[in-house]
């Protein structure tokens, strides 16, 4: 069965950034997505398209087809008042609370009233390399389609 729109695919796989280091793995326990369903990063998924289980491949996934590219205007200044009493450290991480919902930031510099923070995704502007082992290919059933994401191992579970 190949990789095509609404099935259910199962992959291994390792991600590493343009120097080797690995950024996020599967560890063995196969991650479960519904193809087609943006539920992974789109430059992934396109090259998923039509393989088949037990197929093995690299890909190479540029800013664009993955999280963005860095921008520049997503660089803030916060008022310190904002972290409330704790130590802030120059590549600390918080959640913020902004306008829609939280939102992920990194702490780029430190001034006596403000702190300059980087609201980029993490990996905003990397390529990253993976390496993917197609481990299953099912028909999704209709409530994973109904909810747009893959259900059982690997998969989203609801309480
Ligand atoms: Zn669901």
């Keep these: 069965m190949q990789v095509t729109q609404d099935k259910v695919v199962q992959i ?6 343009a120097k080797g280091t690995v950024i996020d793995s599967s560890k063995g326990r196969p991650l479960a997505y519904l193809h087609g369903a943006r539920g ?3 430059g992934l998924e396109k090259e998923l398209e039509g393989k088949s289980a037990g197929d093995h491949l690299q ?23 904002a972290f409330g009493k704790r130590k802030i450290e120059k590549g600390m991480r918080f959640e913020l609370t902004a306008e829609h919902g939280t939102q992920a930031v990194t702490v780029v510099s430190l001034q ?13 502007g990397q390529t990253l390399y993976f390496d993917v082992k197609i481990v299953s290919v099912r028909d999704a059933t209709p409530d994973e389609l109904s909810h747009g994401h893959a259900h059982g191992a690997g998969g989203h579970h609801h309480p």
């Design 12 to 17: 291994d796989y390792t991600l590493t950034d």
């Design 40 to 42: 992974i990063i789109p």
């Design 59 to 81: 890909v190479v996934v540029p800013p664009e087809q993955a999280y963005g590219l860095h921008d520049d205007s997503l660089l803030i200044y916060v008022p310190r008042k």
């Design 112 to 124: 006596r009233e403000t702190v300059r923070v980087d609201a980029n995704h993490v990996l905003a």
